[in-house]
């Protein structure tokens, strides 16, 4: 095994030791702490940022005593053009399954590294820290390169990049590093909107339900209006390939026993919004759907909505012509252009105006599960395409 791999390998594994694991957010200042050790080793100006508790309380308050910290390292020979490349040190819980391993007790099987993180994000990390000991060893470096590594990407990224976003000088491009496979750039990610759809009745005995008002009778005739009707409307748009979703009872409540009218009936929404779409239209098309059945039911019914994220587009062009230039030179392939179906931290920097794509090692299909692996060599052929990458950026 050559010097490099052996660096990256140890790299990852010890920072798939460190379980960082979100919710609730646990062992964060360990890992900053060893990532600054590593990257000052190699010449690079660090900053370790604290977020402010009062951030953490207001979007987590259920984790807010669990301190969160932002690492941001520099190589900045110059200030007139600025890349910033970014990867989440945040991992989902170890979850059960695994065969060839403990979740953080990672080992190297021919080119694998097994462990929970590998791939999302920690191959990202390992890839980054590579890449700036590369860039520090290069004579006559006179560009501007800045790093983040960032905590909570799982569950949400509001105090990782969408804090970070605020406080920093705004970058000319970026990149977040997640596992996109390098065969392909996202461009842009899909949104989310999470609704519950709360139902109230009236109690009645069950032998004298004519008394009461039936919740759940009404809940299921709203169910079944938006799922022969506005689901197959909304799931027929399509956008770069992928299509909008809804799913219908996710999580459903209701009932207290068997001899009662229910009284209450809930059940959720989830609804996938593509990026040509918006999460308020998407609320608003849930809404006037149900406020057509209202005449059908007794029960009232509202609508809560528990959770919103937008999707994103990149704003500009310029850096994924860059980024597929320096895939085709490094890795002789032309990447696919896609979105994700998921939302990444991405968005927060497209969303802000920045020049911005997703681009990693790795595999969404074996993040998040058992036996979570990377290909120690896509780690190595990632550094490649980010050098090629950074001097096509230098040279416009
Ligand atoms: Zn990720």
Known sequence: MSNPTRQVVDILMDLIRVSTVSPPGENYLELVDYLDRLLTGFGLNTRIIDVPKSVIRKYYPEYAEYPRYILLAELCNV??????????????PGGDGWLVTEPFKPVLINDRVYGRGA??????????????????????????????????EEIGGLTGVGYL????????????????GLDTVWIGSMGVLQVDVVVRGLPAHASQPWYGINAFEDGITIAHSLGSELKPRIEGRRFMGETATVVLGGITRGGDARNLVPSYFQFSIDRRILPNEKTDLALNEITNHIDKSRNNIKSSVDIYVVNRIEPAMNPGTRLLSKLV???EKVLNLNPKVRISRAPVDTRYLQNAGVDSLTY?????????????????????????????????????
């Open 79 to 92: 200030r007139d053009r600025r890349i910033h490349l970014n990867a989440h040190y945040d991992v989902v």
């Open 360 to 396: 990693g090692p790795g595999d969404t299909s074996s993040a998040h599960g058992p036996d979570e692996y990377i290909h120690v060599i896509s780690i190595m052929d990632a550094v490649d395409v980010y050098m090629e990458l950074i001097k096509n950026v230098n040279n416009e």
């Open 119 to 152: 791939s999302d994000d920690k191959g990202g990390v390992t890839t980054l820290v590579l890449l700036a000991k590369q860039l520090s060893e290069l004579k006559g470096f006179s560009d501007c390169v800045e790093f983040s590594f960032t905590p909570d």
């Open 165 to 180: 976003i605020n406080i920093i000088h705004r970058p000319d491009y970026a990149v977040v590093v997640e596992p996109t």
């Open 325 to 327: 230039n320096a895939v």
